[in-house]
Structures are given as C-alpha cells and as structure tokens.
C-alpha cells in the first residue's frame, strides 16, 4: 500500500462516522464512590489503626493544627473565663487512604463521617464548656486529597479557663492561653506541631467591648507525667484593657465626690446641717461606688490598684467629715474663750497685767522694800543691756503667721487651711498614682 494513503482513509472514516470518535464523557461522581468504596470498604482499612510516621517509618504520626478564630464574645474577670468560637483544623498524612485522581479530576474526596478514618485524640486542657455547631447541618468536614493527606476542620464554641493577675487592674494587660494536648497517644506515637506559614488567623473585624486584642503568640507546651511525654500546642492571647471605660465610670467620678466634699470648708462653721448632711452623704456614695467596684471582681488576696484609689478617695471623704468634727470643736472653744472676754473687761486685765507679779519687793503690810545691793557687778550691767538689745530688735515677719492673723478664730483658720491642704495632698497622690501605674509593666505579661 501506498504510503500516505492509510491517513487518508482514517480521516474519511471519522468524516462519515464522527459519532465514533467523540470521547465518551465519564461521570467522576460516580468514580468517588467507587474510590471510597475502594479505600474504605470493608476489610481495607481499619480506623483503629493509627497511621505510619513519616517516608512510611514506625515513627510517630505529625498532625499539623491550625485555627481562625472567628469571635471573642465574653472575657469574663469575676470567673476568670473567656469565650471563643473558632474554626479548627488538622492535617495528616495517612498513606492507606491514597488513590487515583484520574489524571487531576479528582482534586479531593469529602466525608462528614469522622469515624470513618483514624482521628486524632486531641483535647483542649483548659476548656470548661464547649459544644460543636449542628446547624442546619454539622459544620464539619474531612476532605482525604490522592497523596493520602487527610484535612480535618470543624467549628466549635469554646469557654476557656484563663488565670488573670489583676494587680494592676483597671490598667492590666491579660494573657489568655489556649491549650491543645493529645489525650492517650504519647509523643512516641503522635506528635502535634503547628502550621507553617499562618497557623492562627483572627477575623479582621474583631471587636470586644472592654478589651482589644494586641497580639498573639503560638508555642509548645509538652507536658510529662507518669504515664509518658505528651505533645502540647498552646496559643496565647495577649488583651489590653480599654481604660476609657472606667474613666468614664470610675475614675472620674471618684474625683467629683472627693472635690464635693471640699465644699464643706466653704461653708460657714454655723451651717451645722448643710456640713453633716453633706458629709455623710458624700461618704455613703463613695461606699456604694467602692461596693459596686468590688461586686464586679472576684475576691483576691492582693490589692489591685483600683483598691488603691477608692480607698484614698474614701479616706479624703472621710478626712473631711472629720475637718468639721475639728472645726465645730474649735468654734465652741473660741465661744467659750469670747464670753470669758466679755465676763473680764479688757481695762481690769491690762491693770491686772500691768502689776508686776514679781512683787517680792512689797512688803505684808504694803509697804515697798528699796532694799538695794550694796555692790554692782559690771558683768551683770552688760548682760541687762545685751537683753534689752534684744528684746529692742524687731522680729523677723512670718508670711504664713501674718496671713493666718486675718482670721481671728481658730476655726475659720482650720478651714483656710483645709481649703489649701486637702486639694494639694490629692494633686501629689494622683501625681504618685498615675506615673507608678501608667510605667508599670505587668509581671504576668512580661
């Protein structure tokens, strides 16, 4: 035969049959089933069996985690709690579950069964409640891709134990951790590492109401007991207090109560009802506001530094109930020292004033004694004159002494001073209080 001509007829025979030679189309839904039927069918594999080490070795199987954290909803102080849901994910190699992917038309196979392939037992240490999501449908999934890799993800609901150190509260920064451990298979067996690249993500509109999320850290925590090594992943979450908050709600109104109770130095000290009502009424709403702080925390045998500030603020509150209890006692001793003014006139105590009362020269029977030494020493001269000397210098004037004279009562002056005293000592204590909080790094943070 001619050569060339063989082409030739092929070609005519797919023009007058081209039903022929179109590619049958093959339903590869159809072919994921046969696989599974295949790789998980009776018999071929069994779950119970963990899977092999790496490049197929008896060594311990690697389950490679990662999480999205999708929302923080409570952080709790008083149970020292927090509540988080979040997307968590796992991924092994399982060289039983390996198959055809017919030339890259299967990209992965999916199951919503979690018994049927091995798991791992992994737990998280520090959890208190948690529960998975059923609806409409259980939100989770295994994909198995043709190497034998095996994904593992699921959303789940977590309230988690977190240990907080609130010295320093409402100032604090907190740490709370998320802990991840293997429950029965020791590090002889399994061994839990994180994702390369990004293994935790954190949805990008995160918003909590009192707290903001700064940064977070991933690390390892294996712990050993007596019964073997386990492997640990934990994730620690490190949040800062929003401080406006209780400025708005502690802080400042603290300062107002205390500045109200100045007002009692303004008063006249006759005003006896408007200062005690006033008083004791700034006194019980500073004790309320300390209660309603203290109902919010949980009782710790530390001070935290919001006891350092209601307690001051409550003690200047206090200080100046007492000022008045000062100021009335002062005025009733300057009543009792005017009516002795008045029952003795002025005239007879400047006579009574004016006899020397070392009137040893009068003799009993009135008379005066001119008895004189016979002799005068110069020594004694000298000291007269250096006496009278000194008593002629004129005194140094004292700017306090001279301005305290305006007032002529010994209570008015305790209440010009108090006005003076009370605002300056509360000025150095915020000063003290603020620079040692603000520049305080938290010891559990460090």
Known sequence: MWPGVLPLLVLLAALLHPSRCTQVKVNFREKEKQVLDNILGPGRYDARIRPSGENGTDGPAIVRVNLFVRSIATISDIKMEYSVQLTFREQWLDERLRFNDFGGRLKYLTLTEANRVWMPDLFFSNEKEGHFHNIIMPNVYIRIFPNGSVLYSIRISLTLSCPMNLKLYPLDRQVCSLRM?????????????????DPVQVVKNLHLPRFTLEKFLTDYCNSKTNTGEYSCLKVDLLF???????????YIPCCMLVIVSWVSFWLDQSAVPARVSLGVTTLLTMATQTSGINASLP????TKAIDVWTGVCLTFVFGALLEFALVNYASRSDMHSDNIKKQFPASEMEHSSSIDPSSELLEPDGSANFAMPL??????????????????????????????SKFPTRSKRIDVIS????????????????????????????
């Not at 020493?377 to 305290?404: G, Y």
């Not at 006005?419 to 204590?429: C, G, L």
Request: aromatic share 20%; net charge positive; proline share 4%.
């Open 299 to 302: 009782p710790v045998s530390y």
């Open 240 to 250: 800062k207090r929003e401080f406006s908050y209780y400025l708005i709600q502690i």
């Open 375 to 404: 002799v005068r020493h110069p020594e004694d001269s000298i000291d007269k004159l250096r006496q009278c000397e000194i008593h002629m210098q004129p005194r140094k004037k004292n700017c306090c002494r001279s301005w305290l």
């Open 419 to 446: 006005r003076i005293f009370f605002p300056i000592v509360f000025a150095f204590f915020n000063l003290a209080y603020w620079s040692t909080y603000l520049f305080r790094e938290e010891e559990g943070s460090e």
């Open 181 to 197: 451990a293997s429950y029965g298979w020791t590090t002889n067996d399994l061994v839990f590492l994180w994702k390369e690249g």
